[in-house]
T-cell receptor, first 117, second 117 residues
Framework: NAGVMQNPRHLVRRRGQEARLRCSPM?????VYWYRQLPEEGLKFMVY????????ESGMPKERFSAEFPKEGPSILRIQQVVRGDSAAYFC???????????????FGSGTQLSVL | AQKVTQAQTEISVVEKEDVTLDCVYE???????LFWYKQPPSGELVFLIR??????QNEISGRYSWNFQKSTSSFNFTITASQVVDSAVYFC??????????????FGKGTTLSVSS
């Protein structure tokens, strides 16, 4: 049973380009969460999605950032017109859909390191 | 505001030494949860332990032990007889009770532990 798969592992973009980060949840998991780790900071929650729905995007910047989790395929975090301040590690986690879900049921991927030149 | 502080950025020890990773948290909630995660060189975050705010019993799991003290708002992690395989980044995290799992984890900046042979 493969874990949470994120790709690419490293992504380099120039200012103004678009970045697309992909996350394939664990088999059987229908919930996906994106976190961002800025340099010298801890991971911070960005967005929580279920299949075809955004449930909570309270941690996502209002502009240039969007996320989707289509019926088929991986979840995508999209950053338009990237700026240097977007350089960070972006982690994805997934969980099953179970009653009383608690945080230790989250499984994290290895992250995508985005570098904006 | 909620906050998790891991004051030690990097720690280096020699195999078989004991090492303690510090974690201090801030919250106004009376009910909350504390976590430790390990991030090995492969990158994925691995859940280690969850602690409820109303349970101050210390916990031991093999070479790992955790010391939770509400009086000092600390949740320290000790590795006894460290091994090279313990080399990783360790994150402490805090979560409010009653929040949707996955959306309310607040992480510290992490402590990088290097164990040499």
């Amino acid at each position: 049973n493969a874990g949470v798969m994120q790709n690419p592992r490293h992504l380099v973009r120039r200012r103004g380009q678009e970045a697309r980060l992909r996350c394939s949840p664990m088999k059987g998991h229908s919930h996906v969460y994106w976190y961002r780790q800025l340099p010298e900071e801890g991971l911070k929650f960005m967005v929580y999605l279920q299949k075809e729905n955004i449930i909570d995007e309270s941690g996502m910047p209002k502009e240039r950032f969007s996320a989707e989790f289509p019926k088929e395929g991986p979840s995508i975090l999209r950053i338009q017109q990237v700026v240097r301040g977007d350089s960070a590690a972006y982690f994805c986690a997934s969980s099953p859909s179970i009653p009383g879900l608690t945080n230790e049921k989250l499984f994290f991927g290895s992250g995508t390191q985005l570098s904006v030149l | 505001a909620q906050k998790v502080t891991q004051a030690q950025t990097e720690i280096s020890v020699v195999e078989k030494e004991d090492v303690t990773l510090d974690c201090v948290y801030e919250t106004r909630d009376t009910t909350y949860y504390l976590f430790w995660y390990k991030q090995p060189p492969s990158g994925e975050l691995v859940f280690l332990i969850r602690r409820n705010s109303f349970d101050e019993q210390n916990e031991i799991s093999g070479r790992y032990s955790w010391n939770f003290q509400k009086s000092t708002s600390s949740f320290n992690f000790t590795i006894t007889a460290s091994q090279v395989v313990d080399s990783a980044v360790y994150f402490c995290a805090l979560s409010e009770a009653g929040r949707q799992a996955g959306t309310a984890l607040i992480f510290g900046k992490g402590t990088t532990l290097s164990v040499s042979s």
